[in-house]
């Protein structure tokens, strides 16, 4: 086996942040152990990580280091995972006839990108507009954290955000808009400090063209309150 080939090739899918499909790739067996069990093994993986790098474990500063990244992985960074988490979907009937398109802009999202393990750091600007039914303005923050908390690439977290928002809205007419920093581009590889990542997924109404372009001016106001 070419060992540089193959390095070139994991490399090349890395930074090319090519992504198959909108589900994240799961094994069916990624709940059989517990998160207590999941901390305990991740803990032994980080020790196993430090140690070959050559860090003295028994150190102050270090002993616990491999515990909580291990409690960080399973319980926050990565706890999107895990569909337990999933924001219960409370709807409400549109009592006001509000008919028009509905933003919410600004929302502040960390992530990881998954062929690095690095954090992606931006805003999620969405709309939707309603059928008959609305959400809670929070309920979109959380559905953004949820899926932002898993290992990603920035074109899936796009497409599951606003896949869970028609799911729970009963509509197709919504969309995402995110722009966001990834470290893995811009603290090393090419080191690009100033370059941040757009993504977008138009649903049902938003394909067409004035009303895209109606959302992309709202996010685009200066909010400075
Ligand atoms: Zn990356």
Known sequence: MDIDKTLKNIEEIGDNHISGSTETPMRPDAFELSD????????????????TLGLDLTDDSLKGTPNRVAKMFVQEIFGGLHPDRKPKASTFDNKYKYNEMLVEKNIILYSTCEHHLLPIVGKAHI??????????????????????????????LTMQIVRELQNVLGTEDVACVIDAKHLC????????????????EFGGAFKNPNTKREFLDYIQMETDF
């Open 185 to 200: 581009v811009n603290s090393r590889g090419i080191r690009d400090v100033d370059s941040s990542t757009v993504t977008s």
């Open 36 to 51: 207590i069990e999941k901390i305990e093994s991740i803990k032994k993986d980080v020790e196993s990580i430090m140690h």
């Open 127 to 156: 709309a939707y507009i309603s059928n008959g039914t609305v959400v809670g303005l929070s309920k979109m923050n959380r559905i953004v954290d949820y899926y932002a908390k898993r290992p990603q690439v920035q074109e899936r």
